[in-house]
């Protein structure tokens, strides 16, 4: 059985969890500093969703909420349960909780692995905006990331699309000079 919580403080257990998946499904690149990640889901800065599979922790999704869209920074399902439809039905149950349009990054639709996470958003129903975008470096030391924003539930990627690209900068990316 499924079910979901949405959390701002992690027991122990959780967030070894979450400490685990997190540093195992992103790449350095593309991810913040664990430390920081758990101050912004403790100060409530931003939300994480966990989903529970028989009880134990099998997905979990940070949003932030930014006004006028909500932002997906972290979505990942634990590897041993992977293909059980858990990663759709947490990312309905965490859609359903807002009429507010959802956005996220991707990668590059350019590898099969990139492509396969690109379908999988666009049969829950978000759109690929096919504007270049730019992930600002999470820490000193590494490059801007190629991305792709996908957005479900509104046209903010296409009618405000730079508007959408300065709040996450400013906003999640801590980005002074935007």
């Not at 195992?24 to 889901?41: G, M």
């Not at 028989?54 to 972290?74: I, Q, S, V």
């Not at 099969?112 to 820490?139: M, T």
Request: glycine share 6%.
């Amino acid at each position: 059985m499924l079910t979901f919580d949405t959390q701002r403080h992690l027991d122990a257990h959780t967030q070894a969890w979450l400490v685990h998946l997190f540093e195992s499904a992103f790449p350095p690149e593309e991810r913040r500093r664990t430390t920081q990640l758990l101050d912004l889901i403790e100060s409530g800065r931003t939300t994480c969703h966990t989903a529970y599979y028989d009880g134990k922790c099998a997905a979990f999704l940070t949003e932030w909420n930014l006004g006028d869209f909500r932002y997906g920074e972290y979505f990942a399902v634990d590897a041993g349960l992977r293909g059980q439809n858990i990663g759709s039905a947490t990312m309905q149950h965490v859609l359903s909780l807002s009429q507010q349009p959802f956005v996220l990054e991707v990668e590059l639709p350019d590898t099969d692995i990139a492509q396969r996470r690109i379908a999988f958003y666009e049969r829950i129903g978000f759109v690929l905006c096919e504007k270049h975008y730019l992930q600002p470096p999470y820490n000193e030391g590494f490059p801007a990331v190629p991305l792709r924003l996908m957005e479900y539930g509104g046209q903010l990627t296409k009618t405000d699309f730079d508007q959408v690209a300065h709040t996450l900068h400013r906003v999640v990316y801590n980005q002074t000079n935007v």
